[in-house]
């Protein structure tokens, strides 16, 4: 069976700090992807990264982070410096092998960013 | 501009009745999905379609419903023989052989009074 834990379900944090969400996950397929979503208070879940498990290379997209380890399991996000404006519900999710569209999601983790 | 539009945004229903809630895409995706969300426990997959005339259940179809008539349109229909309806139900799509990477709409927001 798969699973994604993301043990954090609130963060508080002022403006410019940075903040690092949690994400493990457990699979027996020796291949698949780990992706993370926004969830902004609109609604919409929106895509931030795709990783496959071939590739653990760190990625950085602006103020955005990612640290992938193979050997815990792990799929951290970070924000560095953080903003109002990323105050959402971020997801961290693993594609299931039976379905390229079929994701199983983590519970969310709720960032809040105040001024 | 393209995207997924849901609607409604919210309804509410009485227990007992049936309804549908609409979910249309304009970016030619080939694959379409609706999730469940329920406080505290991420999404849930309840059907998903990977092309017209073709839909697969989910996790939690049970009292559900779905049709995929045109490529663009896959509506669900909350029927009641779902015993706890009362969520945020979120429409998706993806590009055929993409892994993974979903578009979403903006939900709709049932309450069952």
């Known amino acids: 069976a798969q699973k994604v834990t993301q043990a954090q379900t609130e963060i508080s944090v002022v403006e410019k700090e940075d903040v690092t969400l949690d994400c493990v996950y457990e699979?027996?397929?020796?291949?698949?992807?780990l992706f993370w979503y926004k969830q902004p208070p609109s609604g919409e879940l929106v895509f931030l990264i795709r990783?496959?498990?071939?590739?653990?290379q760190n990625e950085i997209s602006g103020r955005y982070s990612w640290n992938f380890q193979k050997s815990t399991s792990s799929f951290n996000f970070t924000i560095t410096a953080s903003q109002v404006v990323d105050s959402a519900v971020y997801f961290c999710?693993?594609?299931?092998?039976?379905?390229?569209?079929?994701?199983?999601f983590g519970a969310g983790t709720q960032v809040v960013v105040t001024p | 501009d393209g995207g997924i539009t849901q609607s409604p945004k919210y309804l509410f229903r009485k227990e007992g009745q049936n309804v549908t809630l609409s979910c249309e895409q304009n970016?030619?995706?080939?694959?379409m999905y609706w999730y469940r969300q329920d406080p505290g426990q991420g999404l849930r997959l309840i059907y998903y379609?990977?092309?017209?005339?073709?839909?697969q259940k989910g996790d939690i179809a049970e009292g559900y419903s779905v049709s995929r008539e045109k490529k663009e349109s896959f509506p669900l229909t909350v029927t009641s023989a779902q015993k706890n309806p009362t969520a945020f139900y979120l429409c998706?799509?993806?590009?055929?052989?993409?892994?993974?990477?979903?578009?979403f709409g903006e939900g709709s927001r049932l309450t069952v009074l």
């Open positions: 379609s990977q092309i017209v005339n073709d839909f």
């Open positions: 999710a693993l594609r299931r092998t039976d379905s390229w569209g079929k994701l199983q």
């Open positions: 970016l030619n995706h080939d694959a």
């Open positions: 998706a799509s993806s590009i055929v052989g993409t892994p993974g990477e979903l578009f």
């Open positions: 990783r496959n498990s071939f590739d653990e």
């Open positions: 699979t027996r397929d020796t291949t698949y992807y």
